[in-house]
């Protein structure tokens, strides 16, 4: 496979979210094979099972986008300890009705970025079992807590230099885990 198609989708619908800006950031440290498309969530209606006959418009775009894609790349804020109710709300529309699981065999990685000093440690780890449970082989190693400080973006809003390495560490292994697991 030549090119590699990558639904980013995050967690944030904040215009000015820290998640928004390390998601703009992180792709630039991807190889040009990897093409990432940004997938709203925002528009989603809250997931009812009564619907799951007649989904929404913008609930049969995201399923539609999901399945084109190749991979997966999650960048989520923390909100009360946990991943904010949009992205649950997406997740449960593109993976009903059951047997209809946009999400499934898609390689995934999790990221998040949050001014807390454990960064988005707790919502990455509830994102990782509900992907678990969505059959969404998620890069384990290696994790991205992230603390929003000065510099993590330089006046461009490139990755600073103090993170680089170890964003491009991570971005690096995050290629090598989609093109193991892509179909």
Do not use: C
């Not at 999901?66 to 997740?91: C, D, H, M, W």
């Amino acid at each position: 496979m030549s090119n590699y198609q990558i639904a980013l989708i995050v967690g944030s619908l904040r215009k000015e979210s820290f998640n928004r800006a390390l998601a703009n950031a992180i792709i630039k440290l991807a190889p040009s094979e990897f093409i990432f498309k940004f997938v709203e969530i925002g528009d989603l209606p809250l997931y009812n099972q009564d619907d799951d006959g007649n989904p929404s418009n913008s609930v049969k775009q995201l399923k539609s986008k999901i399945n084109a894609a190749q991979g997966l790349l999650f960048v989520t804020p923390e909100y009360n300890r946990s991943i904010p109710g949009v992205l649950k709300n997406a997740l449960d529309q593109a993976s009903r009705p059951y047997g209809q699981n946009a999400w499934a065999g898609k390689p995934a990685g999790v990221l998040g970025v949050s001014v807390g000093a454990i960064g988005t440690a707790l919502a990455q780890q509830h994102l990782r079992n509900v992907l678990a449970y969505l059959d969404v082989p998620t890069l384990g190693q290696p994790e991205a807590f992230i603390q929003a400080t000065e510099g993590l973006f330089d006046e461009s809003g490139a990755i600073g230099a103090g993170s680089k390495a170890f964003l491009q560490n991570w971005m690096d292994r995050y290629v090598a885990w989609v093109k193991r697991h892509a179909d």
